[in-house]
């Protein structure tokens, strides 16, 4: 599950351990510069942990799939694979990995002595019990579920070896199993009602699942028989420093940051620009980890009228203006992408020539698609049907920074006749919208290890429900030629092929103006002036607190 430095940026303020001796080999880390080397790690005490994202349903991650899933069940549950520093995947709970020359077999061998949080032994029989967990319908799965579709058969060739099968070529498979939507957890625990596994998995990470006090905390202590992967002999302690993890839920930016400032919380996430801004002059650490996979954009349903002309999306991305909002509101905290893909991800191809703020260019479309009449508020009419964009927003997902980019959008269109109707929603009641195809706009945030995100995003396949009923396939894009582009990027065993392939794809997708980026998935964490040695993180850029000490 760790140890992710490539894509992880130290920050600001706090102290910090060094923390290259307890990482895999050739993991590096960006240090603080102000940190003083001299700190020594204290063991004990438990670190408390704001959370802005909404409550997870389950603690389970393989149930859904979401990110606020990945970030607690980082702390208790880890994959057979991992990034390291230079964003390699290399084995983690797994020793070793083969495939055949045809590629549709893949072979994989278990660690031995590391043990579950119920007692049992991680064994090849949990690669396949946690597989099928997956592929079960039962499960509800979405980004685990989508993961592992191409394994069609688990043989179990010894006690700590097991042979995937697989319908087809997929050299994405070790990236999918590197994040914690696949983590592996004890079968035993797998065999308990769903009920009884969401509220408390059985990992084989650093701390376990003591209680789950609902809408108030999730409680973890530190699992005592703990066997590190990656185990170092300089490590001063073979389990995690901190006695715990107290894991909450704030909703409401500005309460998390006050709890913050006022030592009544150790950490926060999605803490607002303007405090990032300021952090080193509160003495206040900074973790930014850019999530891999796409980067954070705007989906344009292209199934359904308006957006079902390229030239009413070609107009709205020349109506709106980004880049202004995000210098505004965003204090150098984002950067304006014009990528489908992170910038972590090195296959991400960009090109801003498609999104220029040209109002004269889109009120030239707009006419040509026979929206050529105006209402009394200066919308355009076309057949007595207005010109109106439903967009809902969810507050779980969405920071008030990028709410406001949003209404600033929304402003800027109106002049060339757009009318964008903002939805604020719980991510509920947002998930809901989606599935009703209730939305013409959408930011629908997807992490994914690797390229092949791009599948997952953009196959007409992806715009089937999974069995959790959610879709990743937003922008209803429905394309033969990029279908094969995209399968075929999967079963080459050519990297320079693989490159091209999803060059093309992306060429595709933007040259049909349907996504507009916006900028990479914002992954900010803030941490007082006690909390020392943050900074390894999973490989979807979840921080691990293995390596965390408390200074009181």
Not at 120 to 129: H, M, R, V
Request: glycine share 6%.
């Amino acid at each position: 599950m760790r140890r992710n430095q490539r894509a992880t940026r130290l920050l600001t303020g706090a102290l910090a351990l060094p923390l290259a001796a307890a990482l895999i080999a050739g993991c590096s880390s960006t240090e603080d510069p102000s940190a003083n080397k001299d700190t020594k790690p204290v063991a004990g005490g438990t670190l408390v942990y704001a959370s802005g994202d909404a409550e997870p349903s389950c603690l389970d991650p393989h149930v859904g799939g979401n990110y606020p899933q990945a970030l607690v069940a980082s702390q208790f549950m880890e994959s057979l694979f991992t990034k390291d520093a230079e964003g390699k995947i290399i084995p983690w709970l797994a020793e070793k990995s083969e495939v055949s020359a045809d590629g549709l077999t893949r072979t994989i061998t278990l660690r031995d002595g590391i043990t579950f949080h119920d007692g049992t032994k991680l064994t090849s029989e949990a690669i396949k019990a946690n597989i099928e967990h997956l592929q079960d319908p039962n499960t509800a799965s979405s980004t685990g579920y989508l993961a592992v579709g191409k394994v069609d058969q688990i043989k179990l060739v010894d006690d700590l070896t097991a042979e995937l099968k697989l319908s087809a070529p997929d050299n994405a498979l070790l990236e999918s199993l590197s994040m914690p939507w696949t983590a592996i957890q004890s079968p035993q625990g797998l065999k308990r009602d769903q009920a009884a596994n969401c509220a408390a998995p059985a990992g084989t990470g650093p701390f376990k699942v003591e209680s789950w006090d609902r809408q108030q905390a999730v409680n973890l202590v530190r699992y005592e028989d703990y066997v590190s992967p990656a185990a170092n002999s300089e490590r001063a302690s073979a389990t995690s420093y901190l006695d715990g993890i107290t894991w909450r839920f704030i909703p409401e930016a500005a309460s998390r940051y006050a709890a913050l400032q006022s030592g009544e919380v150790d950490v926060i996430d999605n803490p607002q620009p303007d405090t990032i801004s300021t952090a080193a002059d509160n003495g206040l650490g900074h973790l930014d980890a850019p999530r891999p996979g796409a980067s954070n954009r705007l989906e344009l349903n292209s199934s359904k009228a308006p957006f079902d002309d390229v030239r009413v999306r070609e107009a709205f991305m020349h109506s709106v203006d980004v880049n202004s909002g995000i210098n505004s509101l965003y204090f150098n905290t984002a950067k304006r992408s014009y990528s489908l893909l992170s910038s972590v991800e090195p296959l991400g191809i960009s090109d801003d020539s498609k999104f220029t703020t040209d109002a004269t260019k889109a009120n030239e479309l707009l006419d040509a698609a026979g929206w050529s009449e105006r209402d009394s508020e200066g919308y355009r009419v076309k057949d007595g049907k207005r010109l109106t964009l439903k967009f809902p927003v969810s507050t779980n997902q969405s920071v008030p920074a990028e709410q406001s980019l949003f209404e600033q959008m929304q402003a800027a269109a109106k002049p060339v006749g757009f009318e964008v109707k903002i939805e604020l929603l719980d991510l509920s009641s947002w998930y809901g919208a989606l599935a009703k195809h209730e939305y013409d706009l959408v930011s629908a945030p997807y992490t994914k290890v690797g390229p092949s995100v791009l599948r997952i995003l953009f196959h007409s396949d992806s715009t089937i429900p999974a069995p959790s009923g959610y879709f990743a396939n937003n922008a209803q894009i429905k394309d033969p030629k990029l279908d094969q582009l995209l399968v075929d990027a999967e079963q080459t065993n050519d990297e320079a092929e693989r490159a091209e392939l999803y060059k093309q794809a992306q060429q595709i997708v933007l040259d049909g103006y349907y996504v507009m980026p916006l900028y990479d998935q914002q992954n900010h964490f803030l941490y007082s002036k006690n909390v020392h040695g943050m900074g390894e993180t999973t490989a979807v850029s979840s921080p691990i607190y293995y390596n965390v000490f408390l200074d009181k």
